[in-house]
């Protein structure tokens, strides 16, 4: 089955740096969603990305749906302590099937 | 907008006991919703997809007759686990799809799960 690689697994920075985390697939996705999960709560949609090379910002949080429509990026700047969280990322397929298929996500530790 | 609600955010019960778990889409109408299961530090799991008026279709090694999702309205899917054992205990999430060009899903806050 479709498979989602995302990395790094979890992230110990500093107040003030900025974060880069990616997903990558051997197949190919319609729509490449980014969802922030906090403990106890379910994810909450940052970032949708409909077409191969977009580029798409939300506040500090940057994210691109790759070329090949294989991969994407999510870049947070500047990040403060409530970005703590698990980010994860989503393919969608919705061709004759609607799945969405999810990174095992990357958890983001601000060091104080 | 696209807010997804859901009832109870926890739950504690008896071993043997059933649970009704609701999911309602706030302020938009979603012909489908998904129920997912959540362990601890792990990634989502879908374990159905629920279309209004008909029956869910469940995901490999899901139980139907132990996870039952009734869709019957196109902002309401209950999912009951029925006879629940602790090893059902869980975070419950159920997301609703967006229609029109979006597709995207929207997810609830999520049902925790204890049995006892």
């Known amino acids: 089955g479709q498979q989602l690689n995302q990395s790094p697994q979890s992230m110990f920075i500093q107040e003030g740096e900025d974060v880069s985390m990616n997903c990558t697939s051997s197949?190919?996705?319609?729509?490449w969603l980014w969802y922030k999960q906090e403990p106890g709560e379910g994810p909450v949609l940052l970032i949708a990305l409909y077409k191969a090379g977009e580029l798409t910002s939300n506040g500090r949080l940057t994210a691109q749906f790759g070329i090949t429509r294989k991969d994407s990026f999510l870049n947070i700047s500047a990040s403060i302590p409530s970005d703590v969280g698990i980010y994860f990322c989503?393919?969608?397929?919705?061709?004759?099937?609607?799945?969405?298929?999810w990174g095992a996500g990357t958890k983001l530790i601000i060091k104080p | 907008g696209a807010v997804v609600s859901q009832h109870p955010s926890r739950v504690i019960c008896k071993s043997g006991t059933s649970v009704k778990i609701e999911c309602r889409s706030l302020d938009f109408q979603a012909t489908t919703m998904f129920w997912y299961r959540q362990f601890p530090k792990q990634s989502l799991m879908l374990m159905a997809t629920?279309?209004?008026?008909?029956?869910?279709?469940?995901e490999q090694g899901v139980e139907k007759d132990k996870f039952l999702i009734n869709h019957a309205s196109l902002t309401l899917s209950t999912l009951t686990v029925t006879s629940a054992h602790p090893e059902d205990s869980s975070f419950y999430i159920c997301?609703?799809?967006?229609?029109?060009?979006?597709?995207?899903?929207?997810f609830g806050p999520g049902t925790r799960l204890t049995v006892l």
């Open positions: 629920s279309n209004e008026g008909s029956k869910a279709t469940y």
């Open positions: 989503a393919g969608l397929v919705w061709d004759s099937n609607y799945q969405l298929i």
């Open positions: 997301s609703a799809r967006a229609g029109g060009p979006s597709n995207e899903q929207f």
């Open positions: 197949s190919i996705f319609n729509t």
